[in-house]
T-cell receptor
């Protein structure tokens, strides 16, 4: 499995865009990048995934670099409810690291 | 609501006791997984079942056994609980295949072993 690296924590002001980076330099050509988040002690929640192209859904956007060695999850207008731990993982989806703890503040 | 259901939600065991954590999904997913999450840590894979009738060890299988009872159900058993197994246990399922839409997780079982 490709290993992912994320910063341990980030802050973001409410209403601003939150940009969460992830490095996955060892990802292979057929491995997808997935993002999940975990609020408090709930089960992780799927956000978005992508292979090569940028993706957007109702929750977020995913920007993947052309060389596929890194990606950025974008929450366009962060709210207090987006405070959570965000995990970036690559398929096959077996390994979660410690993620990025995003704190959204007033 | 469709999803992954875990029972029980909370459990306290004494050291040496046994118990089975239950997990069921109603999404017709092929693959099911058991993770544990210790305080302040990420999720670690215990066991998984890629399809009905198969099970495989994950990163931290020692002290656990699993049964894929049918396509819907995947149980995790602690034969002789130890304090080191105090954790939150999450079950997850996924359809499988390359272009899937990610895991669906249950709400977790909070286990304390005293």
């Amino acid at each position: 499995d490709a290993k992912t690296t994320q910063p341990p924590s980030m802050d973001c002001a409410e209403g601003r865009a939150a940009n969460l980076p992830c490095n996955h330099s060892t990802i292979s050509g057929n491995e997808y990048v997935y993002w999940y988040r975990q609020i408090h002690s709930q089960g992780p929640q799927y956000i978005i995934h992508g292979l090569k192209n940028n993706e957007t859904n109702e929750m977020a956007s995913l920007i993947i670099t052309e060389d596929r060695k890194s990606s950025t999850l974008i929450l366009p207008h962060a709210t207090l409810r987006d405070t959570a731990v965000y995990y970036c993982i690559s398929s096959p989806e077996l390994t979660f690291g410690t993620g990025t703890r995003l704190q959204v503040t007033l | 609501n469709a999803g992954v259901t875990q029972t029980p939600k909370f459990q306290v065991l004494k050291t040496g006791q046994s118990m089975t954590l239950q997990c069921a999904q109603d999404m017709n997913h092929n693959s099911m997984y058991w993770y544990r999450q210790d305080p302040g840590m990420g999720l670690r894979l215990i066991y998984y079942s890629a399809s009905e009738g198969t099970t495989d060890k994950g990163e931290v299988p020692n002290g656990y056994n699993v049964s894929r009872l049918n396509k819907r159900e995947f149980s995790l058993r602690l034969e002789s609980a130890a304090p080191s197994q105090t954790s939150v246990y999450f079950c997850a399922s996924i359809q499988g295949g390359v272009a899937n839409y990610g895991y669906t997780f249950g709400s977790g079982t909070r286990l304390t072993v005293v």
